[in-house]
């Protein structure tokens, strides 16, 4: 079974930065994606950025792409979503999410994924 566990959330001020990381397992080999999302307070899921795991091809956000970058270690079947100068509106429930994936490209559409982590959740407030 595919699983995914997020961690690195937590309460910082504005400004501040976190770098979130996403365990994958159960993919044979490395030929998935993974999307990060996030839901704020009353909010509608959102897309952030996405990774192919084999092309190392980055989608992202076009709001978020200069605060956020997306990185992956594979020794360690693990993404990292880096946050930097965060701001109230970022704050939110992150999850990850995995998908096989056959071309050299990613999505950050919620429903391209099938697979999906627990959330971990990012406040940020003074």
């Known amino acids: 079974d595919v699983q995914l566990q997020a961690s690195g959330g937590g309460l910082v001020q504005p400004g501040d930065s976190l770098r979130l990381s996403c365990v994958v397992s159960?993919?044979?080999?490395?030929?998935?994606?993974i999307g990060w999302f996030r839901q704020a307070p009353g909010k509608e899921r959102e897309g952030i950025s996405c990774?192919?795991?084999?092309?190392?091809?980055?989608n992202y956000e076009i709001s978020l792409k200069d605060r956020f970058t997306i990185s992956r270690d594979n020794a360690k079947n693990t993404v990292f979503l880096q946050m930097n100068g965060l701001k109230p509106d970022d704050t939110g429930v992150y999850h990850c999410?995995?998908?096989?994936?056959?071309?050299?490209?990613?999505?950050?559409?919620?429903?391209?994924?099938?697979?999906w982590g627990q959330g971990t959740l990012v406040t940020v407030s003074s």
């Open positions: 990774i192919n795991v084999r092309y190392d091809h980055t």
């Open positions: 159960g993919f044979g080999e490395d030929n998935y994606a």
């Open positions: 999410a995995a998908q096989l994936w056959y071309n050299n490209w990613c999505s950050i559409y919620e429903t391209s994924y099938d697979y």
